[in-house]
């Protein structure tokens, strides 16, 4: 393959729920992922890649502005993204990249924000302020939409009416069809986990994934693809609903369910913040091996027909020499805990949660150094605004974006003073668990910090801390936060997260640069502040200032 030495377009491809042990590549035994673990073998895989919270919308919040949570305020999903805060549309359109959405956000308007500034959604900035920077080709966030509570899948969304044109019947076949299976005549609704094992009620070529990578082609044959562009292709699955269409419905069985990774000790006096997770009913449900080895096998063909469409993309970018330009990245926004730890979802910060896929090809010859390899680096999602910036030639305002640019790995060289840890946080006062653990809201707030060794999480309304030893406990099934032979990393920890807590995340109106030209003497600058007498100022600093101000010093 020819290489350039410059990139072009960048192919930002997010999967929702994608764990970072379900590829092939990273050591799934029973899932194969062929063209994921071709894109690895041509770019450089991140092994140590962590999100900045584990649930959808505060984390991809943190993705596109390159912040973390507690820095933007999006602390949950529905959480309003404030007007002011810079997103990736918005540093890459000031160096000449336009930014396109493909798929989902999960992003939430600030509609009061908005309507107090003035600006009118169906204008080009405030489309752009309501579509997290991004001009949408598609948006489709394939599950809540903003009508009555209980209501799922927006029947007005670009998906629902691909297939109400194709004839599928009623208001929401998005539901109906394409998250239902067919029960002797009646619908088998996804959301009801004893369904998962049915072949959902659509033509696969119909269903979502492969629906959003033919809208990504179309992108990049269209018009407003000849201007340099990011393409932001967000695919909804594999997230729950779990039902996929044949043939991806079988083809995988409990016999392909790898085991637990959960340990009776979790069970037994747990940290009272994970006992309430534990006791929902999502965790009691995946607490149950009838559960997984039915849900299990549908995740797992979810992940297949992306792999798949994956493989249709990547040859559609070969056949159109895109290839060669084109920087690809391919991530989530969060995991998904399957009954790990005796948990569903993904509400903490074990690794099945938190950790997520990593891997960036580059196409430039810079990069050849690292194709096919493994980085074990510590890595946040924040990293990959800086890195789209550098990429294309952008200068990264620092003062603004918390991440730092990958571009130094992918080109083999170790970058100074590179993070000792990570951080992500987690908002759960709007759940069912803070009211069990009677907490005000404000008080409902988890910090995880994980560095090469400890993973730790500070829990406030006044809980103690948990700690894991991964290299000990691999699995991080025993808590060692009252362990007083960890009291000092526990008193580390403390100290790392305060330091943390002191950056400077707000004072992004001016950068370094701005702060340090305005340094000097107030005197240089003509200015007699301070002084008592001429003796205090030397006589070129006098001059200056007879000069601007017309006088001499008294």
Request: hydrophobic share 40%; glycine share 8%; net charge negative.
């Amino acid at each position: 393959m020819k290489k350039r030495n410059d990139i072009r377009n960048i192919l930002f491809i997010m999967y929702d729920q994608l764990r970072h042990d379900y590829l092939s590549c990273a050591g799934h035994e029973t899932l194969h992922t062929p063209h994921m673990d071709n894109l690895a073998a041509r770019g450089l895989r991140f092994a140590n890649a962590y999100v900045q919270s584990p649930v959808c919308g505060a984390s991809r919040m943190s993705a596109y502005t390159g912040r973390y949570v507690s820095s933007h305020g999006a602390a949950y999903n529905g959480y309003p993204l404030k007007v002011g805060e810079l997103t990736l549309g918005d540093h890459l359109r000031e160096i000449g990249v336009q930014s396109w959405l493909i798929g989902k956000t999960h992003m939430k308007a600030d509609a009061k924000g908005m309507a107090r500034l003035g600006l009118a959604a169906d204008s080009v900035i405030g489309a752009r302020v309501a579509e997290c920077g991004f001009d949408v080709w598609s948006r489709e966030d394939g599950l809540h939409s903003d009508g009555p509570k209980g209501h799922y899948g927006d029947p007005d969304s670009p998906y629902n009416a691909y297939l109400k044109a194709l004839g599928y019947p009623g208001s929401n076949p998005w539901h109906d069809f394409a998250n239902a299976g067919d029960d002797g005549g009646n619908m088998a609704s996804g959301w009801f986990m004893r369904n998962a094992g049915q072949a959902a009620n659509i033509a696969e070529a119909h269903s979502e994934t492969p629906w959003l990578t033919r809208r990504a082609m179309a992108f990049m044959d269209s018009a407003q693809a000849a201007a340099p562009w990011l393409a932001h292709l967000s695919f909804i699955k594999p997230h729950w609903p779990y039902i996929v269409p044949a043939p991806y419905h079988n083809m995988f069985t409990a016999a392909d369910v790898q085991p637990a990774q959960r340990h009776a000790a979790e069970r037994q006096n747990p940290h009272p913040v994970l006992a309430a997770f534990q006791s929902n009913i999502i965790g009691q449900s995946f607490a149950r091996d009838e559960v997984r080895n039915t849900v299990i096998p549908a995740y797992m063909g979810l992940i297949k027909q992306c792999d798949d469409q994956l493989g249709v993309l990547l040859t559609f970018l070969e056949e159109a020499g895109r290839m060669e330009d084109t920087m690809i990245v391919l991530t989530s926004d969060h995991g998904d805990y399957l009954g790990d730890h005796w948990l569903g979802e993904k509400d903490l910060f074990h690794a099945p949660s938190v950790k997520v896929p990593l891997i960036i090809y580059d196409p430039r010859q810079a990069a050849d150094a690292t194709r096919g390899q493994v980085c074990d680096a510590l890595v946040e999602s924040i990293d990959l605004a800086p890195t789209f910036i550098e990429a294309k030639g952008g200068t990264v305002p620092d003062h603004i974006l918390e991440g730092r640019s990958l571009l130094p790995w992918l080109e083999g060289r170790q970058p100074e003073n590179w993070r000792e840890f990570v951080v992500s946080e987690y908002d759960y006062g709007t759940s069912p668990m803070a009211e069990k653990l009677g907490l005000a809201p404000r008080d409902c707030r988890l910090f995880m910090l994980a560095d090469a060794r400890y993973t730790f999480i500070h829990a406030e309304g006044g809980f103690r801390t948990m700690l894991f030893d991964r290299q000990a406990d691999p699995f991080e099934y025993f808590d060692r936060g009252d362990s007083a032979d960890h009291a000092g990393i526990i008193a580390l920890m403390q100290d790392r997260l305060a330091q943390w807590a002191r950056r400077m995340s707000q004072r992004t109106t001016r950068s370094e640069a701005e702060l340090r030209a305005q340094r000097g003497d107030p005197a240089d600058l003509g200015l007699m502040i301070g002084i008592w007498d001429e003796r205090d100022v030397t006589p070129e600093q006098a001059a200056a200032h007879i000069g601007r101000a017309g006088q001499r010093p008294d």
